[in-house]
C-alpha cells in the first residue's frame, strides 16, 4: 500500500475521531455562526512571546495581536503600517518616523513613540537582522508622542526592510512595560494594538486558543496586500483549535466543525480536493526551506568536519518523499537562500551536489568523534519534522553515529533548543524545523546564516567572524550585482569553513478551508484578518 492509500483507508473509518473535539469545544456544523472562525493552526501555542522565540506559531499569534511600524507586501517591499509619514536626510544618516493618529493599546492607552522605541531596542537584541541594525545605530529616540528618530553611525541600506520585516522575528509593537523585558525572558503579558486581542482566560495550552475583534482598531486605507495594507478584522471571534491527529483534523473540516487547516499534509490533499464544500490552495509563492540545525557548542557537531559529514549524508528528496510524499509539493535546491529568489545560488554546493556515505565516514573519522550519542530533538506532532528527524536518525547511522531520538511536541522543542546544557543535562545536538522563502531571501533576514555565537548567534549558536564581516558588508552594499557576490561568497565560506546548518528540501505547503470563507491572503505568511465567512 502506498502511503496515500493507508492514509486513505485510516480517513474512511476515522470520521468518529473528530467527534472528541466537537464535544471538547461544544462545536456541531449547524452552530457555525459566522462571526466566528474556527482554525486548526500547524502547532500548539505554548510560548506567547514573539521575541523570545522565532517559532512560526508564535509568529502568527504576535500577528494578531499587535502590528508593526512597517510591514511588507506581496512583492516583500516595505510600506508604512502604524507610521503615518516619514523623512530621511540627504546624507541618509537621520531618519524621521510619525505615528499615525488614534493608535490605541488594547488596555486602552495611547500608542506612544517611546514604546515603539523600547520594542525596536528589544527586539534588536534578540532579532539577527535586528541585530545589524542596532549595530549601525548611534541612537534611537522618542522626541515627542508621536515621533521616532533613528540616527546611524553611517548610511546603511536596510532600514526599512528591516523594521518592516515579515517573520521571525518580526519587529512587534508593544507597550514600553512590556517591551523593557529582558529580551531572554518572555514578558509576563499580552498587550498589543493589532487587530484582535488575545482572551488569555480562554487560553488551553495544547487544545485552545482565543482572539476576539479589537473594536477599538483603525485600519489603514490601502487594499491588503501581504502584512501591509487594511487589516479589518472582519470576524468576531477566531479560535485556534489544536487538533495534532491530520486526520481527525481533516474530518473536522469535511464535517464543517472547523473552518480552515492551515497545514493538512499534503497526502491528504486527494481525499480534501474530493470533498464537498471544501477547497484548498497554495498561498506561499516562494515555499518552504528545512533546515537540520546541528549545535556547535557540544561534542560532536563543535568540529566542523561532523557537521560537513552531516552535509554529505543528506538526500534531499528522501527527505522530501518521507515528509511531503507527493511530488507536486516538493522540489530539490542545495541553495541556502531561497528557491526562486535573486540570490539563490549554487556557489559552493559541489560537495552536497550527491549523497555520498563513504565520504561522510571519512569526514567523520577525521573529526575524532568518539561515540558520543547524538541528540535529535524529534517534533511528533509536525509530520514533515517527524520524518526528516527518522530521516536524519537513519543517515547518522549509516555513517558510524550513535543516535538517540527524544520524542515531544513542537512547542516542547522550541523551548528545548534555547538550552545550552549539554545533551546530557537536557540540551541536545539536532533539531530540524523550517523557514519560508521570506525568511531566507538574503544573508541578513536567514536568521540561520548569523554567526555571532553564544551572545548574538541563533540556536545552535556557531561563530565566525568573516561571515558576519561579510554579512556586514552586504547590509551596507546598494549595488545588487555587488551585494548577490557577497551573498555567494558567504554561502562557499559556509559549506568550507562553518556549515551553520544542513538544508533538506523545499516544499510548498497547501491551505484547506470550507468554500464558504472569503479573504484568504497570499503571502508566504498566514494571516486572519479581513477572513471571514458567509452563511
Known sequence: MTLITRRSALALTTGALAA??????????AQAATGVLRIIPHADLKNVDPIWTTAYITRNHGYMVYD?????????????????????????????????DGLKWHDGAPV????????????????????????????????????????????????????????????????????????????????????????????????????????????????VSAASGGKIPKADRIEWLYIPDANTA?????????????????????????????????????????????????????????????????????????????????????????????????????????????????????????????????????PVLNAASLVTAKNLRDIGMTVELQAMDWSTVTSRRASKEPPSAGGWNVFHTWWIGGDIANPITHTGLSCGGVERAWFGWPDDAEIEAMRDAFSKETDPAKQKAIAEAIQVRNFEHVVTHGNYGTWFNPVAYRDNVEGLIKSPVQFFWNMSKTA
Not at 526599512?160 to 512595560?177: Q, T
Open 20 to 29: 472528541p473535539y466537537v464535544l471538547r469545544y461544544g462545536l456541531r456544523p
Open 68 to 100: 508593526t511600524l512597517f510591514s511588507m507586501d506581496q512583492s516583500l517591499t516595505p510600506q508604512p503600517q502604524m507610521v503615518d509619514s516619514w523623512a530621511t536626510s540627504d546624507d541618509k544618516i537621520t531618519w524621521t518616523f510619525v505615528l499615525r
Open 250 to 382: 481533516m474530518n473536522a473540516l469535511i464535517s464543517g466543525e472547523v473552518d480552515y487547516y492551515e497545514a493538512p499534509p499534503p497526502d491528504l490533499i486527494p481525499i480534501l480536493n474530493q470533498s464537498a464544500g471544501v477547497k484548498t490552495e497554495v498561498l506561499d509563492p516562494l515555499g518552504n526551506q528545512g533546515m537540520l540545525r546541528m549545535n556547535h557548542l557540544h561534542p560532536p557537531f563543535n568540529k566542523l568536519k561532523a557537521r560537513q559529514a552531516v552535509l554529505k549524508a543528506i538526500d534531499q528528496i528522501e527527505y522530501m518523499q518521507a515528509g511531503i510524499g507527493n511530488p507536486d509539493f516538493y522540489k530539490e535546491c542545495l541553495s541556502f537562500y531561497a528557491c526562486g529568489s535573486p540570490l539563490e545560488t549554487m556557489a559552493g554546493t559541489e560537495m552536497i551536489a550527491k549523497r555520498d556515505v563513504e565520504g561522510a565516514k571519512a569526514l567523520l573519522a577525521e573529526s575524532g568523534y568518539a561515540g558520543e550519542t547524538v541528540v535529535i530533538l524529534q517534533a511528533t506532532d509536525i
Open 112 to 223: 506612544t513613540a517611546e514604546d515603539c522605541v523600547a520594542s525596536l531596542k528589544r527586539w534588536g537584541r534578540r532579532d539577527g537582522m535586528g541585530q545589524k541594525l542596532m549595530d549601525a545605530t548611534a541612537s534611537l529616540v522618542a522626541t515627542d508622542e508621536k515621533t521616532i528618530v533613528l540616527t546611524l553611525k553611517e548610511p546603511y541600506g536596510l532600514v526599512l526592510e528591516s523594521i518592516g520585516k515579515i517573520s521571525s522575528n518580526v519587529p512587534f509593537m508593544m507597550p514600553k512595560r512590556l517591551a523593557d523585558t529582558d529580551p531572554f525572558e518572555q514578558v509576563p503579558e499580552i498587550i498589543g494594538s493589532g487587530p484582535f486581542k488575545f482572551s488569555k482566560d480562554e487560553w488551553v495550552p495544547g487544545s485552545k486558543v482565543v482572539y476576539v475583534k479589537n473594536e477599538a482598531y483603525v485600519p489603514r486605507d490601502e487594499p
